[in-house]
Nanobody
């Protein structure tokens, strides 16, 4: 079992930055690939970024590539999403998720591969 709690969301102007954190508990966290997803108002949940359990492999949605950076600190049990150059279209509820079955494969961008989810944190970008 992995429990996930997101924090760091808020209101920011376009062009600004935010850093989201996802605190994980549970003995299997270190072996989990981790992902960030988001759900804009009235839309489906979509992939944002993912990182392998060992941190050496990352993946990003095209819409955030070059602006967002995912990282993890296994000793602290935390995953981060640094978001720079934010745009109004980045407004969404952001969710952290854990995939315990990834092993040495690259991290997945498919939400069905993730077994554990946090409750989400709201990010609002004003124009």
């Amino acid at each position: 079992q992995v429990r996930l709690v997101e924090s760091g969301g808020g209101l920011v102007q376009a062009g600004g930055s935010l850093r989201l954190s996802c605190a994980a508990s549970g003995r299997t966290f270190r072996s989990c690939a981790m992902g960030w997803f988001r759900q804009p108002p009235g839309k489906e949940r979509e992939f944002v970024a993912a990182i392998s359990w060992y941190g050496g492999h990352t993946a990003y949605a095209d819409s955030v590539k070059g602006r967002f950076t995912i990282s993890r600190d296994n000793a602290k049990g935390t995953v981060y999403l640094q978001m720079d150059s934010l745009k109004p279209e980045d407004t969404a509820v952001y969710y952290c998720a854990a995939d315990p079955g990834r092993s040495w494969l690259p991290p997945s961008s498919h939400r069905n591969d993730y077994d554990y989810w946090g409750q989400g944190t709201q990010v609002t970008v004003s124009s």
